[in-house]
């Protein structure tokens, strides 16, 4: 099992930044993709970014060039820096670990985080 747990999320204007973090623990060896997805009013969960084990990312068209995806293995942690919000980024954010490419797939979840951006 994995835990996952976020901060950070919060009420911003437009253009401002937020930092969010997720705290990992448990059986975190067994897991290779650390990511954020988010989850918008009305709207299916979407991928964000993803950071592998070895340090490769992955980012949604919407984020690149606002957003940065980072982890600290030494303090358990990884982040979503976010930059130049928008009033579409507001959503519940999500961070996810799942192993990929071997069986069995796993696929946690943290309970999320509001991030809501004002115009």
């Known amino acids: 099992q994995v835990q996952l747990v976020e901060s950070g999320g919060g009420l911003v204007q437009a253009g401002e930044s937020l930092r969010l973090s997720c705290a990992y623990s448990g059986s975190i060896f067994s897991v290779n993709v650390l990511g954020w997805y988010r989850q918008a009013p009305g709207k299916q969960r979407e991928l964000v970014a993803t950071?592998?084990?070895?340090?490769?990312?992955n980012y949604a068209d919407s984020v690149k060039g606002r957003f940065t995806i980072s982890r600290d293995n030494a303090k358990n942690t990884v982040y979503l820096q976010m930059n130049s919000l928008k009033p579409e980024d507001t959503a519940v954010y999500y961070c996810?670990?799942?192993?990929?490419?071997?069986?069995?797939?796993?696929?946690?979840w943290g309970q999320g985080t509001q991030v809501t951006v004002s115009s």
């Open positions: 996810n670990a799942e192993r990929r490419g071997m069986a069995p797939r796993l696929n946690y």
């Open positions: 950071v592998t084990n070895g340090g490769s990312t």
